[in-house]
């Protein structure tokens, strides 16, 4: 093994996130020396799958606690991130789908699902996460929380921004809304709700998302309400419900209301010159009658608590 001194004389810079080799878990160090020997470690630069590496926050107050964005799919929580993007000291990647599966993590499923799915690489693509870098991090890290936390630093230090609070928006979250809470328990949490008839109408049809049966769109939107129901029985302090359809009617009231909510006091979001649409109920270009009446029918009660009945 080379002798710690030795490995800070050779690379001194902490600049901007960057961690001293000492900081560094030893089984990444393990692996430099392995793929290229002392001599090598001593004579060139890290790997760049390395020397991107961030490590974790020192402490709780090393970055600012976040929040996530989750619901429904088709909900309108796009439109949401990219308001709150505009925002000076916020910054979201794109979706990460970290607390999604159930798989546990580590295991090969886990991996499998984060390394395989195309669309999670273009995501990454788009935040800058070279899929090296991501392997790194994925190896490196003993859990979600770890694995998320490293995946925002370089997040952030591709953005420039490494001081930014950073926020998630991944609808499906929801399904690991309680492994969020454990590994944050500080977080906020921000559901957003849209008209059931609007979002059933474009899961069946296939906007964005696979096209589905009739009852698969219900229950889309069914169970994510269901889970949010019980968690803020239990946190009803962590979690804030906005409806799409106050979002773009109001935006601007909205939005203090979250920045609020989330204890965001710094900077303000400036809409001006933006075009929001307002929803326009286009349901019935997709939906029956007797479609329309079988979702009223099962989701009536919800429907009236949030008043689309």
């Not at 991107?52 to 909900?75: A, E, H, T, W």
């Not at 990647?93 to 499923?109: I, K």
């Not at 693509?125 to 870098?133: C, F, L, M, S, Y």
Request: net charge neutral.
């Amino acid at each position: 093994m080379i002798d710690e001194p030795s490995r800070r004389a050779r690379y001194p810079v902490q600049s901007r996130g960057t961690a001293p080799l000492s900081r560094i878990p030893a089984v990444v160090l393990i692996r430099v020396e392995w793929l290229h020997g002392p001599r090598a470690v001593l004579s060139c630069r890290l790997p760049a799958s390395v020397a991107v590496f961030f490590p974790l926050p020192n402490g709780p107050n090393d970055m600012q606690d976040p929040f996530f964005i989750l619901g429904c799919v088709r909900s309108g929580s796009t439109l949401l991130r990219d308001l709150l993007r505009l925002h000076p000291n916020l910054e979201c990647p794109e979706e990460t789908h970290f607390f999604r599966w159930p798989q546990a993590f580590g295991t090969n499923d886990y991996n499998f699902v984060q390394n395989q799915r195309k669309v999670l690489a273009e995501h990454r693509k788009i935040d800058g996460i070279p899929e090296e870098t991501f392997a790194d991090i994925l190896a490196m890290s003993a859990n979600r929380r770890e694995f998320c936390d490293r995946y925002m630093r370089c997040f952030l230090k591709n953005k420039g921004c490494e001081n930014s609070r950073w926020f998630d928006k991944t609808p499906q979250s929801v399904y690991g809304v309680l492994l969020i809470k454990a590994f944050y328990p500080s977080s906020k949490f921000i559901h957003i709700v849209r008209n059931p008839l609007n979002v059933v109408s474009s899961i069946v049809r296939g906007h964005m998302v696979s096209s589905q049966s009739l009852t698969g769109a219900i229950n889309y939107w069914l169970e994510a309400i269901m889970i949010v129901r019980q968690f803020e029985s239990a946190w009803p302090a962590s979690i804030l419900e906005v409806r799409y359809e106050d979002l773009t009617t109001d935006p601007q009231s909205i939005l203090k209301e979250i920045l609020d909510f989330v204890e965001e006091r710094e900077g303000t979001i400036d809409l001006r010159g933006l075009h929001i649409h307002r929803e326009k109920n286009e349901y019935r270009k997709v939906l029956v009658d007797k479609d329309i009446d079988r979702v009223k029918k099962q989701l009536s009660d919800y429907m009236e608590s949030y008043g689309y009945l």
